[in-house]
């Protein structure tokens, strides 16, 4: 019998069925000691289907996102959904409220001379699509754009690592031998091909000396300040990345127009899929994001529903004067997107070493914004199991023709989010009651609990 450090540590195999196994075998064992449920909660997480800094897969996220008490978890991967059957079923199997989104970059026509949320680049901005409820059909329109997103990625990384090995032919990769082997399905991103420069350089270098003199050379630094910077492995991360990808790198070049698809096309994507539109804000400093009325508004007519956000950008700011002025943008946007009646997504992403698991919504700084940042939880996952279960999505007609008051539907797909997680038993009676009966019972549900 494998012990719980081991099978938490097969929480993370690449192997599909080590996996399932494993999480079945703790859930069995720990099914009366999990922790009450609390307040904090996290719907941008990334797995190592994309970049996990710990290498988590989707089990493991649920798995730990359990075992401190979430009221919810998000799985949130660039370019992919491989981990949303897994990461809804490991919800189920835990009991534990959970939704699927997927982030990309675009381009958006309307702020082609300005930054907005990816630094260094006019025009480009992170996006998502949330609340994604089972998989693609295979051979639809949906998953062939879902396809596409991940072969236009994985150019773009192909293009990318060959700008680099020019500059840098000592450890040159090879993008199918070296990089994507960190994978378990091909989603790589540019951290790991970050992480198979610095992995490569070890196997080239024949020792200690030699490892630090290759990135002092790369870097620009003298031998005491690199062994000083590796001793601190996210910084020394961040600094190869910079150094290598990010604007001004030995491998950038500046997007052109054509290397990111149109916001529109992805947000039509989006709502083809049944799922929600999601704006992204980074911090509110840039001048795309300066007038964030603007930018909403900009984003909600061409059909975005949702805001994601990651605060810990805004308030866990070292310099106390900078972070007066980040928590009063965050404090703006918030005020905001609510409004607007748009629902709003909160988490730390855990896509390079440092970040934390979860936010505390107990701090100072956020404290003021739990309650919002709960019920955007907790619309999320009401959409992800209304679409699942009765085909009744956020975004679709029927909602629409059923509620037409938007803060009327928020409200609606809040009860149904707030409801008990689902576990395995009660979704298989609702897959077999069929989509008219669940959303009966739902509708139900939701009416008993505004009586409460």
């Known amino acids: 019998m494998k012990s719980l450090e081991q099978l938490v540590s097969d929480l993370n195999s690449f192997d599909p069925l080590v996996r399932k196994n494993a999480l079945r075998l703790l859930a069995d064992s ?5 922790p009450v449920e609390g307040v904090n909660l996290n719907m941008h997480f990334h797995s190592f289907f994309s970049y996990n800094a710990k290498s988590y897969s989707p089990s493991r996220i649920v798995w730990e996102a359990k075992n401190v008490g979430l009221f919810a978890a998000g799985l949130c991967d660039f370019d992919v959904l491989d981990g949303l059957e897994e990461f809804l079923d490991a919800g189920r199997m835990l009991e534990l409220r959970v939704a699927v989104a997927l ?10 001379d300005v930054e907005i949320s ?13 609340g994604f409820a089972r998989e693609l059909v295979g051979g639809s329109k949906q998953a062939a754009g879902l396809a596409d997103y991940k072969i236009r990625a994985g150019q773009r990384n192909k293009a990318l690592i060959d700008r680099i090995n020019a500059r840098l032919p000592t450890i040159a ?19 790991h091909i970050v992480t198979a420069y610095i992995n490569k350089a070890r196997t080239v270098a024949k020792n200690a000396e030699e490892f630090i003199s290759l990135w002092s050379s790369v870097l620009g630094e003298n031998s005491t300040n690199m062994e000083k910077l590796m001793a601190n492995q996210p910084a020394f991360e961040e600094a190869v990345r910079k150094k290598l990808a990010k604007r001004g790198g030995l491998g950038y070049i500046q997007p052109s127009i054509g290397a990111f698809p149109p916001a529109q096309d992805f947000i039509d994507w989006v709502l083809s899929c049944d799922a929600i539109p999601m704006i992204t804000w980074l911090d509110g400093t840039s001048d795309g994001e300066k007038d964030g009325c603007a930018m ?34 965050l404090d703006d946007i918030v005020t905001t997107a609510e409004s607007m009646d748009l629902p709003i997504n909160i988490g730390t992403e855990m896509n390079k070493q440092g970040l934390p698991f979860v936010d505390s919504l107990t701090c100072k700084a956020l404290q003021p914004y739990r309650d919002t940042f709960t019920r955007g939880a907790a619309v999320m996952v009401g959409h992800t199991v209304l679409l699942r279960y009765a085909d009744y999505s956020y975004i679709g007609r029927k909602a629409k023709n059923d509620i037409g008051r938007l803060s009327d539907r928020n409200k609606f797909f809040e009860t149904i989010g707030r409801l008990a997680p689902l576990n395995e038993s009660q979704a298989k009676r609702l897959e077999d009651m069929g ?18």
């Open 30 to 34: 720990r099914a009366a000691a999990f």
């Open 296 to 329: 909403l508004e900009c984003m909600r007519d061409k059909g975005a529903a949702a805001l994601n956000i990651i605060p810990d950008r805004n308030w866990n700011v070292s310099d106390p004067k900078e972070a007066a002025r980040k928590v009063s943008l």
């Open 173 to 191: 990769l090879d993008y199918e031998k070296d990089v994507l082997p960190l994978t378990p399905a091909g989603g790589a991103t540019e951290r």
């Open 118 to 130: 990816s630094p260094g680049e006019p025009g480009v901005t992170y996006i998502m699509g949330a």
């Open 103 to 112: 982030e990309t970059r675009v381009y958006l026509e309307e702020y082609a």
């Open 435 to 452: 989509t008219e009966k669940a959303l009966d019972w739902f509708r139900n549900i939701s009416r008993r609990e505004a009586k409460i």
